[in-house]
């Protein structure tokens, strides 16, 4: 992942989750601002709705005591005890007297129980009303259940018996008149539930009429019926979740004729939640975006300038040894990092300029010290026998010839090993540039199994016991088919020279991604870390014959190729050669000259 995309991913996901957390936080701020709100107009309501009942009360037991002191209930009890058993010319006088003070309803009652008038009902002169001849406590109105023509109601009654025995019960309504009464602010609905209707559709009301009980709300009036007690309950309305307040109505015996309910609905929590959410949302967005924006722009700021600091890296790791970061549009630190390349770089360079010229010293040396040692050892008889032929001169002829004969055989010797070790520097100074065709590693490696099988399998040789270990994904590769051959030769003869006592070889291909890898494992003696170090130096060997160039031409065709080679080795567990070569025309073009002969250097170990 790139420093832009990083950087844009922590700017992003800091602006998301600020938002986030601030959303979350004013969301959880005003639901509980609003519950509590709620809570608030809830009791405000349940409070209004109170004093109005104590003031309907007072009200109606105000004008029950003014209607039973008034001159009209006096000429009634007049009429009473004129007319004695015959009372029916009285059945019309509630009416005219519950219209004037105002009430819904009013029964005059006689001392047996027997209403003689009712305004709300004067088909029922006769009937009799035990519960308002019972003895009452108190002076104060009460909840009733009122038998009405038109079905059963509650409402606030007050009673008073007069000196003659005449018994006033008259008051109001609890209905939806009185429902209209009560202001309701917004969100919040007031129900009444009438415990007294026979009738289902007409027990649950509001301001506007009749209502259906609905499912949630059973369970809730059930409980307040049962307990006689307040109690609360969330439901699911079409609009949302609604909290109800129920509050339970007893009437003078204790028994619940009604149950007044307060719905506050969560319509308006939600839509604000909603709002503030997708305000969240809206911000969260714009913050990343402006984010986005603004850690593009500084991730350039750095990003730029580091890319051309490892451009110039790349450049000087591929061989480009004048490349330069040079003048950035960038300021502190990345235009300190960008000095301080270009002088690492220029001191590459003069270190380099050095290394190669001590490393040239260095070959020229190591060369002259092999060719001189080289030569030594062929030279050596050739002036003997020079020395010879010059203290031979003064014998006679039939001496002297013999001994001619000889000295010229012995200068024709020296003189051909010396062309043999100038013939072996020559083939690695001429070693030609590969020639890249597609080849078959396998059959490669079986070929040169072959050639060296017999020298493995010599009679009297102690044995070698050699394994072949062949991939068959390794059926083709780009290469020099001639140098991939002699560099699997040296090597299997290299492992060979290294197990005088005998032991075990094994070579083996495999393929590994887009490379061939080839192994010779030998169980020879193994080598010290320091001639892993110079193995592959040219000119190095701690043998009594070769030259020192077998492992060095091994490395030159590999690098020549593309690939690489090292060893695994440790002293008394063997060593194992490993070659990869890339399958494909190779990277690092050869810098020598080829020569006019193919080169056969034989494989040697230190």
Known sequence: MTLRMRLFAVVGGVVAAVVALVTITISAGTRRSFEALDRERTAALIAQFRRGF?????????????LAASEAVHRIEGDMRRHNTDLAPLVGEAAPMAAAQGLDFLDLVNEEGKIISSAEWPARFGYK???????WRGESAFLHAIDLPGGTAIGVVAVRRSVTGLYIAGGRLLDQQFLRTLTLPDGIRAFLYRNVEADASQQLIDASGSVPLTAPLAPLVARVR?????????????????TVDAIPLNGDNGEVLGVLLVASSGRELQALLSRIRWSGFGFGALGVVIGAVLSYAAATQVTRPVEQVADAAGRIASGDWSARVGELRA?????????????????????????????RVAAWRELARRLAHELKNPLFPLRITLDNLRNARRLPPQEFDPILDESIATLGTGLMNLNTVVGRFGDFARMPAPVFETVAPNAIVEHAVNLIRAQVEAAGRPPIRLTVDLDPACAALRADGEQLGRV??????????????GGELAIRTRRQGTSVCLDVADTGEGLTDEERERLFTPYYTTKQHGTGLGLAIVQSVVADHGGRVWVDSAPGRGSTFHVELPDGDARLKPSRSSGDEDASPHAERP
């Open 226 to 242: 049962e307990t006689k007690q307040e109690s609360a309950a969330t439901i699911e309305s079409p609009d949302g979740p609604e």
């Open 54 to 66: 104590a003031q309907q009360r007072d009200d109606v037991a105000h004008r029950i005591d003014r």
């Open 488 to 501: 699997i030769q040296n090597l299997l003869l290299n492992a060979v020279d290294a197990m005088p006592n």
């Open 331 to 359: 300021t502190g630190e990345i235009d300190a990092l960008a000095h301080a390349f270009d002088t690492m770089a220029g001191q590459l360079v003069d270190q380099r300029e050095r290394l190669v010229q001590a490393e």
């Open 129 to 135: 009303q035990p519960w308002i001849v019972t003895p």
